[in-house]
């Protein structure tokens, strides 16, 4: 794996899921095989660019479209980003670089299948989010 700290452009952002498409062939094959896998990202230009489009429809990628502005489907922010709080509460920074350099260490301690842990939620919260009509939630929504 690697980090990029340029910005990601819609042109990276295809090499990367070339990347991607090769993990997915490679680890689950049968969902790669049987295309029973699905892309959930968000509505960031380089995501929306015709150029990304054309690429995943060539690809024939299913696309799990998110609503514009709903962190609710968002898996950093209802899955990861709790649990680095959580595994950051109680330590003290001078400053924001030493949050942001203990940051990636918290990270790595997470198992492999943190995300996979994450699937069920996310249904969860996707059922959430079209019984609020898309509007914004919190906690259980009847």
């Known amino acids: 794996m690697f980090i990029r700290t340029a910005t990601t452009n819609k042109e990276i952002y295809i090499d990367i899921l070339r990347l991607l498409g090769g993990v ?3 680890n689950r094959r049968e969902k790669w095989r049987t295309n029973t896998w699905f892309l959930l990202q968000d509505n960031a230009p380089k995501h929306r660019s015709v150029l990304v489009k054309y690429f995943l429809t060539k690809k ?5 479209e998110q609503l514009p502005y709903s ?3 968002a898996p ?3 899955y990861l980003l709790p649990r680095l709080k959580t595994a950051l509460k109680g330590r003290l920074f001078c400053d924001a670089t030493g949050c942001t350099e ?7 301690r997470l198992s492999e299948n943190v995300f996979q842990k994450c699937s069920p939620q996310l249904y969860s919260h ?6 609020s009509q898309g509007g914004y939630f919190e906690g259980n929504v009847a």
Do not use: M
């Open 24 to 26: 997915v062939s490679s």
């Open 60 to 64: 024939n990628v299913t696309i799990l």
């Open 71 to 73: 962190p609710d489907l």
């Open 76 to 78: 950093c922010d209802f």
């Open 102 to 108: 203990n940051a990636p260490e918290e990270l790595k």
């Open 126 to 131: 996707w059922q959430k989010c079209i019984v």
